[in-house]
T-cell receptor, first 110, second 113 residues
């Protein structure tokens, strides 16, 4: 079977750094994606990893270790607007759809 | 402006009625997807299509049907066989089902009463 695990909820304060972990067990691996979703809205793409290592995009970075089936999303200099759900998704094989974890709800307080 | 359009945003139907959710994209994407989202459940795949006139079942296809007669359109029908149809439905598309990310529509919230 295929399984993607993320923490259900996390809290942090403005200006802080938070790391959201994702572990996956899939029949294959063809890329790992992170999405942000505000309540009642569509998910928006944040980052993509296919090779091991760190991908940096402004305040957001994503890390992948394929041998460990592990990824994390790092959010720096947190802002109130970062309060949202963060979804980890894996494409197990080329030509298939993304499989999503249940998402991590991040609450940022002042 | 290019994008994915889902309509309507809110939809109410009586129990036992079939209902069709619209999804149109003008991004010239080959692949299209339908997901269902329930509280605490994340996104679950209903159906996806890589090319016109072809589609594949996802993890929760029972009680749903789709068609892909045009590249731009991928409508989802929620049939009376779907036991718990009230949910948030998201349509997405991507250039291909290889490495590219999926772009999502704004979703349709279906409530069956």
């Amino acid at each position: 079977g295929q399984n993607i695990d993320q923490p259900t909820e996390m809290t942090a304060t403005e200006g802080a750094i938070v790391q959201i972990n994702c572990t996956y067990q899939t029949s294959g691996f063809n890329g790992l994606f992170w999405y942000q979703q505000h309540a009642g809205e569509a998910p928006t793409f944040l980052s993509y990893n296919v090779l091991d290592g760190l991908e940096e995009k402004g305040r957001f970075s994503s890390f992948l270790s394929r041998s460990k089936g592990y990824s994390y999303l790092l959010l720096k200099e947190l802002q109130m607007k970062d309060s949202a759900s963060y979804l980890c998704a894996v494409r197990s094989q080329a030509g298939t759809a993304l499989i999503f974890g249940k998402g991590t709800t991040l609450s940022v307080s002042s | 402006d290019g994008g994915i359009t889902q309509s309507p945003k809110y939809l109410f139907r009586k129990e036992g009625q079939n209902v069709t959710l619209s999804c149109e994209q003008n991004l010239n994407h080959d692949a299209m997807y339908w997901y269902r989202q329930d509280p605490g459940q994340g996104l679950r795949l209903i159906y996806y299509s890589q090319i016109v006139n072809d589609f594949q079942k996802g993890d929760i296809a029972e009680g749903y049907s789709v068609s892909r007669e045009k590249k731009e359109s991928f409508p989802l029908t929620v049939t009376s066989a779907q036991k718990n149809p009230t949910a948030f439905y998201l349509c997405a598309s991507s250039i291909e089902t290889g490495w590219s990310e999926a772009f999502f529509g704004q979703g349709t919230r279906l409530t069956v009463v």
